[in-house]
């Protein structure tokens, strides 16, 4: 019987060319290893975030526009041995305010001059500093301000909006000369994470007096949760994408040919 043609349908399992539901074992093998090494870079983010930094909320506006009232901010735990100027740190100082912490910008350290102000800046050891931090438009300027030489093992703070900020200049009466000590410190602040501002911008004006703080791990932290995420899901969906795959290949009508 020339000339015809039939068509039939593949079968649904165990023939050639057809894919196994959940797709092939090796698919299935790279998919539990990508959900596996995804739970390890997620959740291993997270306890190392957890065990290098602190997350802050800041009630005053003294560090405006750097971080406004109510910004929580994330820092990260450091002895007070590795602050470095320009640093915005947190800290408790019971001469300050009892049983509370205190957010402040670290300008001057052990062994150096700092005084105000020289054509509108803050001057450290007698080099002028430039502050972009500051708000728009406004100067260094503080009233009242003598010079100080801050104590080895100290340091002297000061909050980005000078105007109204209760830092070393009003405590210059103090026995430490509004001076903070380095043990006081307990972390330094990364990153202003609500709402979110990112990272803090490095303090450059300063780099002319010595070498700056690094930051911490936080973008590290970031690829290696945003990564894990990735992979859980990436490798979660595989099965569910290749069954489907899979069934819609069996169901496609397959032409004979002509017998």
Known sequence: MGGESTTRTAPHSGGAGTAKAGGSRIGQRLSGLAVALGLVLFLGGFAWGAFIYRPYTVPTSSMTPTIDAGDRVLAQRVDGDEVRRGDVVVFED???VSNAKVVKRVVAVGGDTV???TDGKLTVNGKQIDEPYL???S????????TVTVPEGRLFLLG???QG???????LTD???GTVSRGAVSARVDAVVWPWKGMLKRPTGFESLGALS?????????VMVVAGMVLVLGGGAYGPIAARVGRARAARPEAAGAR
Do not use: M, N, Q, V
């Open 175 to 177: 026995a430490g000369k």
């Open 214 to 222: 690094r930051p911490g791990p936080l973008r590290t932290i970031e």
């Open 135 to 137: 708000p728009e438009g």
């Open 115 to 117: 005084s105000c102000c």
């Open 139 to 146: 100067l260094a300027e503080i009233k009242d301000f003598p």
């Open 94 to 96: 019971k001469s300050w």
């Open 165 to 171: 900020s209760l830092d070393s200049t009003a405590h």
């Open 160 to 162: 980005d909006e000078r």
